[in-house]
């Protein structure tokens, strides 16, 4: 019989699914190099389309979406959908893949074909190339993207760092070391832009670093790493899970308003000096929070599974049940039983 450790190991990324919340990206499609750079909005419906096929993204198939689901991704006056579908279309990524027992570098479009019926029913057809759906269903590693958070951010560079810190999260080390151009890349900075230390720090990195670490389930930092010499030719991504108390804090300010946020998340200026009412309640009720140990746990008890898929089915349920006297205790117990009834 396949071990637990095996099952881990083996189990594919397309095994993970989407939810209401929540978007899988396969990791391969994380840390890639833009041939083609793409904008904020190209970055979103690129993983709107790719949730919206996933159940049959590794086959031959054409996929519709309605465009109304696209909508909210543009900035009304200065995007239009047509010109992000264009782009994804002629998008060329590099990316690095294991084969075998040898690293390779693949290039590949991110978005096959495109057809566009002459009287426009509402929907966007589109359809992915051979070598993009193997690369997807021999995947391994993913980031869960929430959707909330991937909205709430304003920037290219701060998507690309969430999707990093997300493929990250579950690994038991908490930092990762690369080289300068390597970070440059997977934040998908333009070649010629930015070139200096000073500029990229300034107008990439303390953006992004202070927005996910405002908006999402963790804190990060990116520190420079100096070579032989004074010049650094690195840098070190580190990541660690927030506690209980900020991650309530990071709910509140996702169901605020937007008017205001950098000002707020910035310690600047309070909320009601807007003009803004009080933030609503969190999305999530304060009995079935769960600290961050939590899903160190389960990941230990249920080898292979996704935990957040996992807390979304025990959100679902206990939200029709007493509110629980021990949520941690309580989620343990559904994630066991779930995994015996759902063996992998």
């Known amino acids: 019989m396949e071990s637990a450790q095996s099952a881990q190991k083996f189990q594919r990324t397309l095994d993970a699914k989407p939810n209401d919340v929540s978007i899988v990206k396969p990791g391969e499609l994380v840390d890639i190099v833009e041939m083609t750079p793409l904008t904020l909005t190209d970055r979103r419906i690129y993983n709107l389309l790719l949730a919206n096929a996933w159940e049959k993204i590794a086959e031959p198939v054409q996929h519709s979406i309605p465009k109304r689901e696209l909508q909210n991704t543009l900035h009304k006056g200065t995007d239009r959908l047509e010109d992000s579908i264009r782009r994804l279309m002629s998008a060329i990524v590099q990316l690095r893949v294991q084969d075998g027992k040898e690293w390779v570098t693949k290039r590949v479009q991110l978005l096959g074909g495109n057809v566009v019926p002459d009287a426009d029913d509402g929907f966007i057809r589109y359809d992915f190339q051979p070598l993009m759906r193997e690369i997807v269903a021999e995947s391994r590693v993913f980031a869960r993207l929430h959707k909330q958070i991937m909205f709430a951010l304003s920037s290219k560079y701060s998507l690309a760092l969430y999707e990093m810190i997300q493929k990250r999260g579950n690994m038991t080390r908490t930092y990762e070391e690369m080289t300068i151009d390597e970070f440059r890349s997977f934040l998908g900075v333009p070649a010629g ?6 500029n990229f720090k300034n107008f ?3 953006p992004a670093v202070s927005e996910v670490s405002d908006l ?6 990116v520190d420079p790493v100096k070579g032989k010499g004074k010049q650094f030719t690195g840098v070190r991504l580190s990541w660690e899970r927030k506690a ?3 991650l309530r804090s990071v709910e509140r300010e996702l169901n605020a308003s937007k008017v205001g946020r950098k000002a707020r998340l910035a310690g600047k200026v309070e909320a009601m000096e807007f003009g803004l009412p009080p933030a609503p309640p969190a999305a ?6 769960l600290r961050p140990d939590t899903f160190d746990k389960v990941r230990k008890l249920c080898p292979g599974y996704d935990v957040y898929a996992l807390e979304n089915e025990w959100r679902t349920w206990a939200a029709k049940k007493p509110a629980p006297g021990n949520a941690d205790g309580a989620f343990i117990a559904f994630c066991k039983s779930y995994a015996k009834r759902h063996p992998l």
């Open 193 to 198: 832009k930015l070139n200096t230390w000073i």
């Open 204 to 206: 990439a990195i303390r």
């Open 216 to 221: 999402s389930d963790f804190k990060v930092t």
């Open 244 to 246: 209980l108390p900020e």
């Open 284 to 289: 999530v009720p304060s009995a079935l929070m």
